[in-house]
């Protein structure tokens, strides 16, 4: 039953649908709301699961019975110990490394940027976008990262610096916006030497606006960016540039996967 009311807090799904077999995906669970479950489950009991895991509690059920294997005592609740630091350098997790070495087998191709554009008409500012996608970075630092070996302790890590977002401006002529798009989205990164995200304007015919947003699959995957479109077009279409912005740091970042591969 607590388990249950955690998945609840989590996933925002009535606890009456949650039952011992419900899988957490289909229940619309990501993978940032997966690594806040596991956060739960840490501070609640003290327990480090691994989200590469996740076959093996996908359920509430299975859940409570890897937590059980995990530890020869009941399920007592702990204090909660001190979270990460919300900036400063981490490892860089086995699933990125993999995709970051794969792409030097192939430096003059982007195989492995995702894209997405937002498209919206005449009325917001280049000023006011800009604000908006310095408060993502802050929000998701490994977006002002570079991966770099680190000798002292012989590992990989990502080198967070303080970055102000640079806005390309393009131009696409009329009728070649989507070939225009897809050169932008294609062209290689050097995680190494730069960061793993680039932001566009185009302007094309007509009075919209198309921001494209182009990062590394190595830190960015299907799950994450529909919650990074989300939370740009809430940046856009709530909030003042001027204001400070209200949305909380998510209580569970991609620093906090790292640490636990």
């Known amino acids: 039953e607590e388990l249950i009311q955690l998945w609840h807090e989590v996933l925002g799904v009535s606890p009456a649908h949650i039952t011992p077999d419900s899988h957490f995906m289909l229940l619309g669970g990501d993978s940032l709301q997966l690594q806040r479950l596991l956060n739960r489950v840490h501070d609640r009991w003290g327990l480090l699961l691994n989200p590469a895991s996740l076959a093996a509690f996908s359920t509430p059920g299975r859940m409570v019975h890897y937590c059980r294997q995990m530890s020869s005592v009941p399920l007592v609740p702990v204090v909660s110990g001190a979270t990460n630091p919300a900036s400063g350098n981490f490892p860089v997790p086995a699933t990125a490394l993999g995709l970051w070495l794969k792409s030097q087998l192939a430096p003059g191709h982007g195989l492995y940027n995702c894209s997405m554009a937002i498209s919206w008409a005449a009325g917001v500012s280049a000023a006011r976008l800009e604000v908006a996608l310095q408060r993502l970075m802050q929000r998701h630092p490994v977006l002002g990262s570079r991966i770099v070996w680190q000798r002292e302790q012989r ?107």
């Open 155 to 261: 590992h990989f890590i990502h080198l967070v610096q303080p970055v102000h977002p640079t806005l390309c401006e393009v131009i696409a002529p009329e009728g070649k916006l989507q070939r225009q798009m897809q050169k932008l989205a294609e062209q290689p990164m050097a995680l190494e030497a730069g960061l793993p995200c680039r932001f566009y304007v185009i302007k094309g015919a007509g009075k919209r606006t198309i921001l494209l947003l182009v990062v590394h699959h190595a830190v960015l995957d299907g799950w994450s960016a529909r919650v990074l479109g989300s939370e740009l077009l809430c940046e856009l279409g709530t909030r003042r540039a001027s204001s400070a912005s209200a949305e909380p740091h998510p209580c569970t970042a991609y620093r906090d996967y790292c640490q636990r591969q």
